[in-house]
């Protein structure tokens, strides 16, 4: 019986499967990430998913499987201590370097130094990550809270005044947190839901929205301008309608 001769390394990798698309690999990645748990760090009134824990959790999952992300077509606006970051994360498999898919976000950082651009674009990042592998996030089984129920605003006590030892009610329209985070959910509806520049700029100067702005500023100010005690699902107030009016700008000018 004649003997078969062996196969070259060569031949036997020809005839393996194609290699994955990027699709493929992000699908797989997906299969073996779960969720990412909350933390509550110290001085925080909020549990927050950070940066660094979303990136501890799906790093080696896509080095496993031949991704590399990084940020591009970077737009950064400064506004005193405040940096807006606008960009995409791309997912790149690494057999083949055009085979991508990009992941449009953005980010906001605040700090009274130099570390707002590198805050928001981490923040850009994390939400890119969450969203393009459908990461859940978790709160600490053994610690189970409602946000929105322990939240309590910054006090203000005018000089020389004694700070109150429990939460008083807000000074506005809106009397208490849940209700400003719930109208602050609601805006962003009503924002979502315009549809041209006129209506945008006419809905921004009607007093009730200015009301709003002014008293969230005030009371909830990581909720309209970005901090760490703003949720997870939560975008801050001023990138939103930042980015609404650009996209509305853009709009008129197409037409």
Known sequence: MASRALKTVEQVLDELPS???VAQRISLVMGEVDYVQKERKQGMNYSIVSHDAV???VRPLLHKHGIIYYPRNLQVQQNGNRTEAVFAVRFENIDD???YIDVETMGYGVDPQDKGPGKAISYGVKYALLKVLGLETGDDPDTVQDSHADYRPPERPKTGETPPNK???LDGPYTCPTQLMTAAREFVRTLNGI?????FIAWKQTDDVKQFVNQLRR???DW???GSSVPADFVPLEILVSQKKRDLENLETVR
């Open 195 to 199: 549809g041209d520049l006129g209506e």
């Open 55 to 57: 990136t501890a959790k």
């Open 167 to 169: 939460r008083v009610k």
């Open 19 to 21: 290699k994955l698309n």
């Open 219 to 221: 009371d909830l100010p």
């Open 224 to 226: 309209w301008s970005g």
């Open 97 to 99: 370097r055009s085979d």
